[in-house]
């Protein structure tokens, strides 16, 4: 993942006396009987990049409009900077959002657009001027200050929209799918421009995705949302490598599961034995769970290692299977291996080197050993 | 608004529009109605809703009410021709007095019977006929270049804004014994004598259809210009002929903007007055036409209130119902 | 086979068209007709022009009209607008579906029902609160807003529909008061939509004769009640010329607009594409 930000890396979440800039406290959002937003907490610091990631429908967006007060919780309190939201309309919020549709002004220019906020609160002419020009500069659209929406392309609007939603210097800003309507080129591009952006200004951002890549290149920390839950919460590297669920571990990345039961659960290590696999699965850390509880485990593509001669100990963490499926997508290969009790599991391995008919690698129907090391399965058990 | 707090404190001076709403605001009367206002809880909200509402309440529902009320009234002779209903009788007691024999007159004499019965006819052949015209030209306004079809679609809707009594009037000149069609039929010797057209049902019929042909074509053009025409050429690549292909995918695609059109067209047809007036004889016995002579000719303002309610009750209510399943089903599909 | 069918589709639709435009044209030709027999040719001539211009029943009748037509027109964008603002902005309030009702069924409602309640509510009403006193213009017009007023309910409603609403939140985000919100954002944006219902309201109000008959009082004679008593007593080659000026002012009108919103369109769409180029 892209590291931009400074060695010093901001943590203030593992600081208990840190002071939460938004606290969400036990929210709860209906429409009619629909439950959007399920009893949410949630603590957000200031200068992070907070992800709230789901798939459509999960509450997220729900969530952010509550934080902008386009929506009033059902039940529960939310206060920004210590101050409860509770009644408070939008326009009256330290907050600013930037719209998943960008929602410029068709009728305004570009620099009417920007200046919009700043006229609502009666700045002086020559000051809005100013930091109208200042923010227009720092996304890079000087030149587009008298366009109309219509004339400038999706990448421009982008970068409006944000201008706009930022011109306020709003100690929080809120963006709802930011880079969604972009092509996946120009979505990459943005997505580091943001961060500069929001290191250079200090502004706390919120965002909703539901794309993992571009959760996992913005955020500090990630939210993963749920039928109005969020199941967990924690940095790109926490959710990506120690899912606490199945559904995380499934939601973000690809992952092969497989069922069981624990056989051995000591502190510092615990073995899995499933009916998918022959032998046991050893993993070198602890587990919490009560005894005789269902397990999974989970093992992602990428840590399992194919080869054609088996692995040095065939006590565990390997297994017998047969090549069926390969698809070849340029940076890595996927491979569908079959072992002998019918399941399928999904092996990633990078093209190191160049196809050529001269490489002899393997290919479909060969027989083929999986193995991974002790750290790199997760147990969950939910 | 709180945002900002460092620049808040060097506000410029209240421009030219600010100091008049601050002069505004400072002014007494407004000062004394909008606390007022408040007082009352009355907000923007309340004054959006609120003002539409009082007047549909006012000069919408409020009419009904009373076309309710004197449809049950007796007549009598003078101004308003109808009785109170209520009669004070020594002071204290009130007697109510309802005649529902204005409604039992309506079901005894076949005039209105037939009156309805043939509204109902005419507007739902002429909404036919409109189809029947009005689809090849959408169709082909739909399938036109779009130059083509700007054109064609001001030509639509010229006639449209265009006065309706005066389109209505002009087809007098055409339909009568020595007007145009006659003329010309006789000046080339088909005919020896004039054809009577005019007061008769056909040129009601021919008046209707003329009218209301744009509202049949506008919705279907909307409707057929939307349609995916791949739909056409994946049928085609599948071996359907172009008629059938019509048949099959084009034509059941279009019913929605059929019946949006239909309706359009039958809902203002069953009740018309000036085509049947104009054109129409006098046994041409449209409802809307036997409410207007009730009420003008005969002075009978609680026969003519109970007509009223009767179309109400028969024709207006299914309508309205009908359109709100289909609204409520447009809304479930989407 | 392809080309066979559009000469069919091309032959039904000028019959089509044909029927249209035949009566029209029809007006036209014999408004220049020498002869009082409007339909026998005597040659060309404006003399009816003339005899229109200096009939000052119709020209009374026609700057009434005007009057009216412009009051309704305004005052129904603006009851109308609202009605549209609460239907669409306003989720849920006390009696919204008796107000759904109220807005559309005029839309269905014959007029002959419409022009008979209305009179009935402005004679009760003069008998217990002795206004309005007697019929006539204020009577037309409230009679008039109330039934245009609908149409222009529907034209606003379903523009503010298509609207994207989070144009409104993001101005409300960026600090604008819901008042604000509506001057600044809402009626900027729906403002050919308000026109359009300001002209059809118009229209509506300048063409009514059956609601007219039951509310129009004497000396209050709008366009269409003169005309109708006129056509009813059989063709008059005024009349030919009094249409032939509607039509001509009606076509220009149409034509102007359609010119008007092609050129806004090319112009949009070249602007659009120059935007594409310049981002690649």
């Given at each position: 993942m892209v590291n931009v930000r400074p060695e010093t890396k901001l943590e203030p979440w593992k600081d208990p006396a840190a002071e939460p800039y938004i606290r969400i406290e036990r929210v709860t959002k209906k429409f009619g009987d629909f439950v959007?937003?399920?009893e949410v907490s949630l603590n957000i610091y200031r200068g992070e990049i907070f992800c709230l990631l789901?798939?459509?429908?999960?509450?997220k967006t729900t969530l952010l409009r509550m934080l902008a007060g386009f929506e009033e919780p059902t039940a529960g309190r939310i206060s920004i900077d210590g101050a409860d939201?509770?009644?408070?309309p939008p326009y009256q919020r330290p907050v600013n959002m930037m719209f998943q549709s960008y929602a410029?002004?068709?009728?305004?220019s570009v620099e009417q657009n920007v200046a919009f906020g700043l006229k609502q609160d009666r700045l002086p002419k020559a000051e809005i001027r100013e930091r109208v020009a200042a923010i227009l500069e720092l996304v890079r659209?000087?030149?587009?200050?008298?366009?109309?929406?219509?004339?400038?392309s999706g990448g421009q609007r982008q970068r409006v929209a944000l201008a706009r939603s930022l011109v306020k210097q709003p100690k929080l800003l809120l963006l709802d799918?930011?880079?969604?309507?972009?092509?996946k080129k120009l979505r990459e591009h943005t997505q580091f421009e943001l961060v500069n952006i929001q290191e250079k200004l200090g502004v706390t951002f919120v965002v909703v995705t539901h794309d993992q890549e571009e959760a996992m290149t913005l955020a500090s920390r990630i939210g993963v949302m749920d039928h109005g839950k969020i199941v967990q919460v924690g940095t790109p590297s926490d959710i990506y490598?120690?899912?606490?669920s199945r559904f995380v571990a499934d939601f973000v990345g690809s992952v092969n599961l497989f069922q069981g039961a624990l056989v051995e659960d000591e502190p510092d290590y615990v073995r899995v034995a499933s009916a998918e696999l022959e032998r046991p699965v050893y993993v070198n850390h602890g587990v919490s769970s009560p005894p005789d509880a269902t397990v999974w485990v989970a093992l992602r593509p990428e840590k399992i290692v194919i080869a054609r001669e088996p692995p040095?100990?065939?006590?565990?963490?390997c297994a017998e299977g047969v090549v069926q499926e390969i698809a070849y997508l340029g940076d890595v290969s996927v491979y569908l291996v079959k072992l002998k009790s019918g399941r399928t599991v999904r092996v990633t391995r990078p093209n190191m080197r160049r196809q050529s008919a001269a490489f002899d690698r393997i290919t479909w129907d060969e027989q083929v050993w999986l193995s991974w090391d002790p750290s790199s399965p997760v147990v969950v058990t939910q | 608004m709180s945002t900002v707090p460092r620049s808040q404190a060097r506000?410029?001076?209240?421009v030219f529009l600010a100091e008049l709403m601050a002069w505004i605001r400072a002014f007494g009367p407004y000062r004394w109605a909008s606390g007022r206002l408040k007082d009352w809880g009355v907000t923007g909200r309340t004054l959006v809703i609120g003002t539409p509402y009082l007047w549909l309440v006012l000069f919408f529902l409020v009419p009904f009410i009373i076309v309710l009320k004197i449809s049950v009234s007796d007549i009598r002779l003078g101004m308003p021709p109808y009785e109170p209903l209520l009669h004070w009788v020594e002071h204290q007691v009130v007697t109510l007095k309802i005649n529902l024999g204005n409604y039992a007159f309506l079901f005894e004499d076949p005039l209105y019977r037939n009156a309805y019965l043939n509204s109902i006819w005419m507007a739902a052949t002429s909404t036919f006929f409109c189809l029947l015209i009005g689809y090849p030209m959408a169709y082909g306004i739909a399938r036109t270049s779009p130059s083509w079809r700007n054109l064609l679609l001001m030509m639509v809707m010229l006639p449209f804004w265009t006065s309706f009594l005066l389109r209505v009037y002009a087809w007098i000149g055409i339909l009568k014994n020595n007007g145009l069609i006659n003329n010309t039929l006789m000046a080339l010797g088909v005919i020896d004598d004039p054809i009577v057209?005019?007061?008769?049902d056909f040129a009601v019929y021919m008046g209707i259809v003329y009218s209301y042909l744009p509202f049949m074509v506008l919705p279907l053009y909307a409707n057929l210009e939307k349609m995916d025409l791949t739909l056409l050429e994946a049928a085609a690549d599948l071996g359907c002929r172009p008629m059938k292909a019509f048949v099959t995918i084009t034509l059941p695609l279009s019913i929605p903007g059929i019946v949006a059109g239909s309706m359009l067209v039958f809902i203002p047809a069953v009740g018309e007055f000036v085509i049947p007036a104009l054109l129409?004889?006098?046994?041409?016995?449209?409802i809307g036409r036997v409410l207007w002579e009730e009420f003008?000719?005969?002075?009978d303002w609680p026969v003519a209130s109970a007509v009223a309610i009767a179309m109400l009750v028969l024709l207006v209510g299914p309508i309205m119902i009908l359109q709100y399943n289909q609204g409520r089903q447009a809304g479930a599909h989407r | 086979m392809i080309g066979r069918r559009s000469f069919l589709i091309t032959t039904l639709m000028a019959f089509g068209f044909a029927f249209l435009y035949i009566p029209i044209l029809s007006m036209i030709v014999y408004?220049?007709?020498?002869?009082?027999?409007?339909?026998?040719?005597a040659g060309f001539s404006t003399k009816w022009y003339v005899e229109l211009v200096q009939n000052e029943q119709i020209l009374n009748a026609a700057k009434l009209s005007l009057q009216i037509a412009a009051i309704n027109a305004t005052g129904a964008v603006i009851l109308g607008t609202l009605a549209g603002l609460a239907l669409s902005?306003?989720?849920?309030?006390?009696g919204r579906t008796l107000m759904t009702g109220m807005t559309t069924a005029p839309l269905v409602m014959p007029e002959v029902i419409t022009g008979l309640s209305l009179l009935l509510l402005f004679v009760a009403m003069e008998q217990v609160f002795?206004?309005?006193?007697?019929?006539g213009m204020t009577t037309i017009t409230i009679a008039h807003m109330t039934f245009s007023m609908a149409y222009v309910t529907v034209v606003i409603q379903s523009r503010l529909s298509s609207l994207d609403e989070s144009l409104e939140e993001a101005a409300m985000d960026l600090g604008a008061k819901p008042a604000k919100v509506f001057l600044l954002i809402t009626l900027p944006i729906i403002f050919p939509a308000i026109l359009a219902g300001w002209l059809l309201a118009f229209t509506l109000s300048w063409d009514d004769l059956v609601i007219t008959s039951f509310v129009s009082g004497p000396g209050s004679s709008t366009l269409p009640l003169v005309i109708f008593s006129k056509v009813r007593l059989g063709v008059s080659p005024d009349i030919n010329a009094l249409a032939t000026i509607m039509v001509t002012i009606v076509a220009i009108g149409i034509v102007s607009a359609g010119l008007y919103m092609q050129r806004q369109e090319r112009r949009r769409e070249r602007d659009i594409q120059a935007a594409l180029a310049a981002n690649q």
């Open positions: 959007a937003v399920d789901g798939a459509s429908g999960c509450g939201m509770a009644g408070i410029l002004f068709p009728h305004m659209m000087t030149g587009f200050s008298g366009r109309k929406p219509h004339q400038l799918e930011p880079l969604g309507a972009l092509d490598e120690y899912p606490t040095a100990s065939l006590e565990d963490n | 506000r410029q001076p209240p057209m005019l007061q008769t129409g004889g006098p046994d041409s016995l449209m003008f000719h005969n002075r | 408004s220049f007709n020498e002869s009082r027999l409007v339909t026998v040719w902005r306003f989720r849920r309030f006390k002795g206004w309005p006193a007697g019929r």
